[in-house]
């Protein structure tokens, strides 16, 4: 029997793809690793819950994955997890993936705490330039935070994942979504709106995060915060962060639009001048290279 043949039909296969293990799994969805044995390669199979979902709640998640594709499937950057496919097999939706070796940022973060300066300053750096190359392509991508990057250290690989409540910058989103922990304020803001910049307030927040192993704002009214209050200051969570880290993240969490980063690029610029200043033997500055979204 051929590899294809087996493929098709055996309980351990989505379609063509023989799975391998679970490496993921949420509220409305699993993630497998898996092979394809058509090419030759690993990849990831992004699956609903079907048997735990409402009807309705399912076609949401279907439909969700079908908008990811529609927005990321074009994108090819070396800090972007790669959309292959959605496929329906006549049964049920799967969404097929680059397989992507570590794990997510936030699940790094829950074995190590807060990250060395120089090792949260390169995973920034390189979000920075996916973000760069997102936004070029005229997409927000709306969920920045630690979950949604996968990280593998030993192999310097920093890849931005999952763009179902992304969007074209021209359209007009809905302002409920996205991870609250992680928002600008504008998304609170009827009189605002959510730009290429709000991306770079959640990767701000995020850098915070990475830096001090807390959240920048906490479970309690957390909107308000967001639009009213700072976060509690760095250096009383880190007392030896170096100023740079600091207004750094200051910057990009800034709550006016004026005061923020205006370019992804212009974040990606300030870390990359840290690390070189601050660890300029830092192995990370032979990994983050450079990227132009042209």
Partial sequence: MSSRTAASGSANCIGRYELKSKSGEGASGIVYRAYDPVLDRDVAIKKAKAETLSEEELK??????????????????????????????????????EYVPGRSIQ?????????????????????????????????????IKPGNIMYHPAQGIVKVMDFGVSHKIEEKPARDTGTI??????????????????????????????????????????????????????????????????TITTRAMAKSDAERYQSAAEMAMDIENALQKLYPDSPYLNTSGRYTAL
């Fill in 60 to 97: 949401m998640v279907v439909d969700e994955f079908y908008h990811e594709a529609a927005i990321a499937g074009k994108f090819a950057h070396q800090n972007v997890v790669t959309i292959y496919d959605v496929v329906n097999n006549g049964i049920y939706d799967y969404m097929v993936l």
């Fill in 107 to 143: 699940d790094y973060m829950e074995a190590t705490g807060p990250l060395d300066f120089a090792e949260a300053l390169n995973i920034a750096l390189k979000c920075g330039h996916a973000l760069e190359y997102i936004h070029y392509h005229g997409v927000i991508h709306r969920d």
């Fill in 181 to 246: 922990a992680y928002m600008a304020p504008e998304h609170f803001d009827r009189e605002r709106q959510i730009t290429a910049l709000t991306d770079i307030f959640a990767l701000g927040s995020s850098l915070y995060r990475l830096l001090t192993g807390q959240y920048p704002f906490d479970n309690r009214h957390t909107a308000f915060q967001i639009m009213q209050e700072d976060p509690e200051p760095m250096a009383n969570l880190r007392a030896d962060i170096p100023a740079e880290l600091i």
